[in-house]
């Protein structure tokens, strides 16, 4: 079971902030670093502002050295396809290959609003989402020396050289959500990994197995994909523990015992179990209070080693 860190700056972070965890994720031994794609906040001032998900990575990218980089997810409306290409790359070849691509439709209309971004109604969001992944791909994958060519209902590409490419040979890329229909088909062409976000056990069973059974309809091996949900974290060594961190994200222990990883060591590992018997294999822990560095080295040391 992978344990990877999971942040939503748009809630209020500095990239200093992002920085301390995404360092103290790295030599705690933490598989990789991830944030969200925001540029509003979801509650609270949001102070001092959001920072734009891959600026934040190339900086990263930089900053360290072993733990894996990526979004979940990039909102395809925030970006054209072919720019977003160039970008990913960009920050992959900074890294030393290692990047992982999150893409998604893009969700949050009031974000949208704020800074003037368009938001089309949700079929043409999948329509442009389901067009960006065979664009990005198609650039990525497009042999040195041979341009790339696209024509959709709303991009067109002609005559791209196709440049620069990832420093790996391909970025692994995931798509995710609870779509009952267009997710799957999607995650069954394209994605190396399907994430399931902040669902309970019984929807991420059948979130599976609607992607198993897609894959079964294309001819592809669903052993080849990763699964992965991600929920709230709040792991305390101690009932009060428990409690002060719940306090300190406006959360109830009981609430997020229900609908999170909360409790006690014992407790998260058991939840944990849970979805691995459903066939998650990895995990994104929801860090909303990124002060508590602390919260990282307990479950580093008193969670993963039972995993």
Known sequence: MDLRIFTEPQQGASYETLRRVAVASEEAGYDAFFRSDHYLTMGGDGLPGPTDAWTTLAALARDTSRVRLGTLVTSATFR???????????????SGGRVEFGLGTGWYEQEHAAYGIPFPPLKERFDRFAEQL???TGLWSTPVGE???FTGEHYRIEGSPALPKPA??????????GGKRRTPALAAQHADEFNLPFAELDDTRAAVKRVREACEARGR??????????LVLCCGRDEAEVVRRAEAIGREPAELREHGLAGTPAEVVETI????EVGITRFYLQVMDLSDLEHLD???Q??????
């Open 147 to 149: 341009t790339f060519d």
């Open 134 to 136: 065979q664009i990005i």
């Open 273 to 276: 179990g849970r979805y691995a």
């Open 221 to 230: 091996d669903a052993g080849e994909i990763t699964f992965s949900a991600a």
């Open 80 to 94: 054209h396809p072919g720019v977003l290409a160039i970008q990913v790359a960009q920050v992959d070849e900074m």
């Open 302 to 307: 008193e969670v993963r080693p039972q995993l």
């Open 168 to 177: 790996q040979a391909k970025i692994p890329l995931i798509v995710g959500g």
């Open 298 to 300: 307990l479950v580093a």
